[in-house]
């Protein structure tokens, strides 16, 4: 199947890279785009294409740059800790044995090794979960090098204790990952390959479609009942239950409280694992360090990500220690986990959190760009908004509207919003469930910042709306040419 590359007529620097990855790259590397932005650097809430435009992030990394890009007291306690040369280089030690030249610093790998600054990042995090609330049942740490991983090892930890209670709950439409038992328990029982431990249960989505429906009253009786039809049905071989406290990949809904509460509830009651991945939610998404302090719940197994390194691939689960004692020596170990760059870059985003008051401005900012997500209803394309309140993270859902499909459209936004009007654009990534658009900037961003950020968004849009009504009115039944890429 052929790939061409997505071609925006004024980026000739970016049109040409863009070609040259996708000579040596397939697309399933990647999720699709409109945009497919050539980045040439980044800093603080900010993108720069090869032809120096700027871009607003509203995607932090796909949550992952949680305190801006390249900051540089971050960067300086990473540089730090590696014992990395941050004012030139030192005289080689080599003394002409060898062509190459080499520094005293530490490796960059240290397989089946410890270093000082992994024990460092292992006691400074478990410390850190067990002073918040919440985080009294996390005694140690399983680090890996992505969320799915991490994700595999939990569960691994989890049906460790008792091989007859294999059985694992997951709640439907929820995203922990693509390979193994993390790609398992994504998903629904719809999706293929799918693996006859894993049962799945509801998570609330029409509850809380909209922002509207925030804090209304909520019965979790019915999803209580799916809970207990399935323990009727396996009874002890139930063995553990895993959930999102958000549905990410899902579409952005946010429960209630009660909901993830009711959910660890029934597992205390039947002695089940109860385990919590907040890859995408932790770091301050939920105007918290942890989403488990947010929703009020104790988990067993805490799995986080993105955030935890600012940038530098890395994930952990933290649980209670009797399940980690039930893995023995090689269960889940891997070549990346620990290595000494993603300590020292959990040791870093560690140091700005616990230095700076991150949090200090994030409720502020929030209401800001909530409302202004909110002002985007004004548009007969967009159908709902959906995020944590007072938190970073939100959803915009669009709906079908004059002959073109919610896809159509939320592709449409992307492109627009890329385009922006008048120089700066903004960058956002392709719709999750074919319609929702996730809006998360770092949460270092300033209230100017958001203010003239969702006043960039605002006109896009509109300036959108208005060509796609010009054209309908004088080519009807033409394709929505926004949402397509520029071949």
């Known amino acids: 199947m052929s790939n061409p ?9 970016s049109n040409a890279e863009r070609a040259s990855a996708l000579s040596f790259e397939p697309k399933g590397l990647r999720t699709f785009t409109p945009t497919q932005a050539v980045i040439s650097k980044s800093q603080g809430v900010f993108h720069w294409t090869p032809e120096n435009r700027r871009l607003y992030d509203f995607t932090s990394g796909v949550l992952v740059a949680n305190l801006g890009h390249n900051p540089e007291k971050w960067l300086k306690k990473l540089f730090k800790y590696m014992n990395w040369p941050t004012k030139g280089f030192p005289e080689s030690s080599s003394n002409g044995k060898s062509d190459l030249a080499y520094l005293p610093a530490l490796p960059l790998t240290a397989y089946n090794a410890f270093t000082p600054v992994e024990s460092e990042a292992s006691k400074r995090l478990v410390s850190l979960l067990r002073r918040s609330q919440g985080g009294g049942r996390l005694h140690q740490v399983m680090w ?14 989890a049906m460790g204790r008792d091989k007859t209670r294999q059985m694992i709950i997951a709640t439907r439409h929820g995203f922990h990952g693509k390979k193994g038992l993390s790609g398992a328990v994504s998903g629904s029982e719809n999706d293929t390959e799918r693996d006859p431990r894993v049962q799945f249960i509801g998570f609330p989505m029409k509850e809380i479609h909209d922002l509207d429906m925030r804090n209304q009253p909520f019965d979790p009786q019915p999803y209580r009942q799916e809970l207990d039809q399935l323990k009727a049905r396996f009874g002890r071989k139930l063995g553990v239950l895993i959930t999102e406290p958000y549905l990410g990949g899902g579409g952005s809904y946010h429960p209630p409280k009660v909901y993830l509460q009711m959910l660890q509830h029934f597992c205390r009651e039947n002695d089940i694992v109860f385990i919590l991945d907040e890859v995408q939610a932790n770091f301050g998404r939920t105007s918290r360090m942890f989403a488990f302090e947010h929703y009020e719940l104790e988990p067993d197994i805490v799995v986080l990500g993105k955030g935890l390194g600012n940038g ?110 008048g120089g700066d654009g903004i960058h956002l990534l392709g719709p999750l469930s074919k319609k929702v658009i996730r809006v998360s900037p770092p949460l270092t961003i300033t209230l100017e910042e958001a203010t003239t950020a969702m006043k960039l968004m605002t006109d896009s849009l509109k300036h959108l709306h208005e060509l796609v009504s010009s054209i309908n009115r004088n080519q009807p039944n033409q394709s929505l040419e926004f949402a397509q890429p520029v071949v």
């Open 312 to 421: 530098v691939p890395v994930a952990a689960a933290a649980g209670r220690k009797d399940l980690f004692d039930a893995l023995d020596y090689g269960d889940a170990s891997d070549t990346w986990s620990a290595n000494p760059l993603s300590s020292a870059a959990v040791l870093a985003t560690l140091d700005i959190f616990e230095t700076t008051n991150i949090f200090e401005k994030v409720a502020v900012v929030s209401d800001i760009i909530e409302q202004g997500l909110i002002q985007l209803k004004q548009f007969p394309f967009i159908g709902a908004i959906r995020g944590e309140e007072r938190g970073m993270v939100w959803g915009v859902e669009t709906k079908s509207h004059d002959g073109y499909s919610a896809n159509e459209w939320a592709n449409a936004f992307v492109l627009a919003c890329y385009k922006g009007v």
């Open 5 to 13: 590359a997505i071609v925006h007529p004024s980026e000739i620097a």
């Open 144 to 157: 890996a090098a992505s969320g799915s991983e991490a994700i595999q090892k939990a569960l691994w930890a």
